[in-house]
Nanobody, 123 residues
């Protein structure tokens, strides 16, 4: 089974920057999308940013202009560059990959998740 390992979280002051990394244990074939989710205390998990297999990207409104999602296919790695961090960005951030799965009855979707990395923005 594929494992996703995240790193790069930590404690930063408002206005600071962090780069999160997500490394897959092996190459994942037939990817639909790759993305980053976050979950703050007392709130539901939300989609922050995602990238389609072809390279197009999408961001939730609250992070547009501040966060950038990117990938390095040769290293099986997904990144999230976070700039101008705000206290409301404080959350556990999760890496996610959606890919096709072949079954005897047809094609379905597989979800792969990282363990999460804590980001805390505080003075």
């Amino acid at each position: 089974q594929v494992q996703l390992v995240e790193s790069g979280g930590g404690l930063v002051q408002p206005g600071g920057s962090l780069r999160l990394s997500c490394v897959a244990s092996r190459r994942i074939l037939d990817i639909y999308s790759m993305g980053w989710y976050r979950q703050a205390a007392g709130k539901q998990r939300e989609l922050v940013a995602y990238m389609r297999s072809g390279g197009s990207t999408n961001y939730t409104d609250s992070v547009k202009g501040r966060f950038t999602i990117s990938r390095d296919s040769a290293k099986n790695t997904l990144y999230l560059q976070m700039n101008s961090l705000k206290p409301e960005d404080t959350a556990v951030y999760y890496c996610n990959v959606k890919a096709a799965r072949l079954n005897p009855w047809g094609v379905s979707e597989s979800d792969y998740w990282g363990q999460g990395t804590q980001v805390a923005v505080s003075s």
